[in-house]
């Protein structure tokens, strides 16, 4: 899952910052240069120096986000180790603290796959389904419109596939899961996932009692291009654990209400 303490977030705005140097100069130099249109240039260089403005406040979000998940990573594990048996009333900033035995274990990580893989599959034909009469009403082309549609679908449904198959081999690795749950982040066999901040957004919280084992489904939303983009994580209940659950969802919910 995305976080905001990413190293690429950091990477790309730094990369940003000699380029809106180079836009600016660009600028400057040109409205001296060419007086005629002057005016073209200085709205340049106004587009580096809002690039060097936006890098520079990039760079000082991830370096809060970095700041705030060690602090909050720190400030879950002191919670569980006041009580490390208990499953539920612990102190802030800690609403539940899940374990699980290797067979409870090993039945989400094998249903998380086969769960991820149909999604996978699901994406792909909506791809084709969908792709395939646009691109053949707009071209005229309806066999290239298929074959380009399945071949996006295909790329799309293997890149999630992948992304669920290391998260398999990440579960498999350990016998005993280990999942705390806080109002704004959780710790899955120790790995920090934000829930929200300022730049990922909770989205809502429900339990789905359907499957073995039963799911916390949480879901966020993170900047995309256009728009935020819903993703959610799947925390196995453990058994007898369900009204838990429920009350978790409720608190994640009230926090952002």
């Known amino acids: 899952m995305p976080k905001s303490s990413s190293p690429a977030i950091v990477v790309v705005n730094a990369l940003l910052i ?5 836009v600016l100069i660009g600028g400057i130099g040109g409205a001296v240069v060419y007086r005629e249109i002057w005016w073209a240039f200085a709205l340049l260089a106004g587009g580096g120096v809002l690039m060097l403005a ?23 594990l002191a919670a569980v180790r006041v009580r490390p048996h208990v499953s539920s009333g612990l102190p802030a900033p800690v ?13 989400y990580a094998h249903a998380e796959l086969r769960y991820r893989t149909r999604e996978a ?8 389904a969908v792709g395939t009469p646009v691109l053949g ?4 082309e309806w066999k290239l419109a298929f074959v380009v549609s399945a071949v996006i679908g295909t790329l799309i449904g293997v890149g999630r596939w992948l992304v669920a198959r290391a998260a398999y081999g990440r579960n498999r690795a350990v016998s005993h899961g280990d999942v705390v749950l806080g109002r704004d982040a959780m710790l899955v066999n ?3 996932e934000v829930v929200h901040d300022n730049r990922i957004h909770f989205g809502g919280a429900r339990v789905l009692e359907g499957g073995c084992p ?12 256009y728009r935020r983009m819903a993703e959610e994580y799947r925390i196995p209940i453990p058994a007898g654990r369900e009204e838990e659950a429920r009350a978790v969802a409720r608190e994640l919910a009230e926090a952002r209400g």
Do not use: C, N
């Open 95 to 107: 609403l539940a603290h899940w374990t699980y035995d290797p067979a409870e274990w090993r039945a």
């Open 18 to 22: 000699p380029l809106g140097f180079a």
């Open 190 to 192: 120790g790995r920090y």
């Open 54 to 76: 936006g890098a520079a406040q990039g760079v000082s979000h991830w370096r809060r986000a970095v700041q705030v998940e060690d602090e909050t990573h720190h400030a879950m």
């Open 214 to 225: 039963a799911i916390l489904e949480i879901r966020i939303m993170v900047p995309g291009k």
């Open 137 to 140: 009403l707009l071209e005229g």
């Open 121 to 128: 599959l699901t994406m792909t034909a909506a791809t084709v």
